[in-house]
C-alpha cells in the first residue's frame, strides 16, 4: 500500500516552548488511522501542523506525493486535505444547501464525486433541513453538516478533530454509522477522538502521543487486545 500521509520526525513549538519532539505517523491510502492520547499531549498541535495553521519546526510532512512542511493552508486544502475542525464552524446565516454548494469542488478529479444527492443518501439528516440555516441546526446536524462540506471537496485525506465531542449518545452513533459508511467508500480519513472502542471498530491503525512523542503505535488488533495501553496512555 502507498503511504497517503507520512509525517517523519516532526518536530513543533508555540515561541519557546516546544509541544511536539519527532513524532512519526503514516496513513496509507484507503485506510483510517487515529490519533490518541489525552488532553494536552499534543494532537491538534500536530494537526495544526497538517492542515497548514502552525508551520513545523522541524522534520517532513509527505501528502500526495509532496513534503508540504510549511506550505499555506489554501495550498495545502487545494492538494486535497479536508479537516473537520473542532467546534464546527458551521456558517449560521447560510442555508445547509448553500453551505454545501459553496464547498463543492473536485480538486483532486475524483471519479465519483460527491454530489448533493450522494451527501443526502449519506446524511438524510441534511435533505430534510436543506432549507435550514446553520444557527437553527442541533449539535448533532452541524456535525453532519461540517463532515458533509468537507467531503464536498472530495479530499484525498478526510481529518476530523474531536467529531463526536460534546454530542448526545444516540447522535454520537450515528456519527459513527456515518464514518463507517464513508469508510466503506474508501475514504482516507485520520480521526482524533477518544472512544477506543468505537475507534477499533472503526479503523485500521492507532498512534498514541504521550507529550509530544509517539508513545505507541499499531494495527487495530493489539490495541483492541492490549487494556493495558488504554489504561496507561489514554485514562480509559
Ligand atoms: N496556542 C498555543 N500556545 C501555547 N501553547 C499551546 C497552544 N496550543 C496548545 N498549547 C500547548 O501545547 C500542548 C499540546 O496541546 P494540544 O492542544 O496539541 O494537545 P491535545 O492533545 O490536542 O489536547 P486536547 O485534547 O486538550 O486538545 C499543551 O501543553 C498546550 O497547553
Known sequence: MTALLEVTGLQAAYGDSQVLFGVDLKVEAGQVATLLGRNGMGKSTLLRCLVGWLAPRGGSIRFAGHDIAGWSADRIARLGLAVVPEGRQIFPNLSVREQLLAFAANRCEAREP??????????????????????????????????ARALMT????????????????????????????????????????????????????????????????GETEELAADHGLWQRYLGV
Not at 460534546?166 to 467508500?185: F, K, M, Q, S, Y
Open 154 to 217: 472530495n479530499p484525498r485525506l478526510l481529518i476530523l478533530d474531536e467529531a463526536t465531542e460534546g454530542l448526545a449518545p444516540l447522535v454520537r452513533e450515528e456519527i459513527w454509522r456515518c464514518l463507517h459508511r464513508l469508510r466503506d467508500t474508501g475514504q482516507t480519513i485520520l480521526v482524533v477522538d477518544k472512544y477506543v472502542r468505537q475507534l477499533c471498530e472503526l479503523a485500521d491503525r492507532h498512534t498514541i502521543l504521550e507529550r509530544g512523542r509517539v508513545a505507541w503505535a
Open 114 to 147: 460527491w454530489t448533493l444527492d450522494r451527501i443526502h443518501a449519506l446524511f438524510p439528516r441534511l435533505q430534510e433541513r436543506g432549507a435550514n440555516m446553520g444557527n437553527e441546526l442541533s449539535g448533532g446536524e452541524q456535525q453532519m453538516l461540517a463532515i
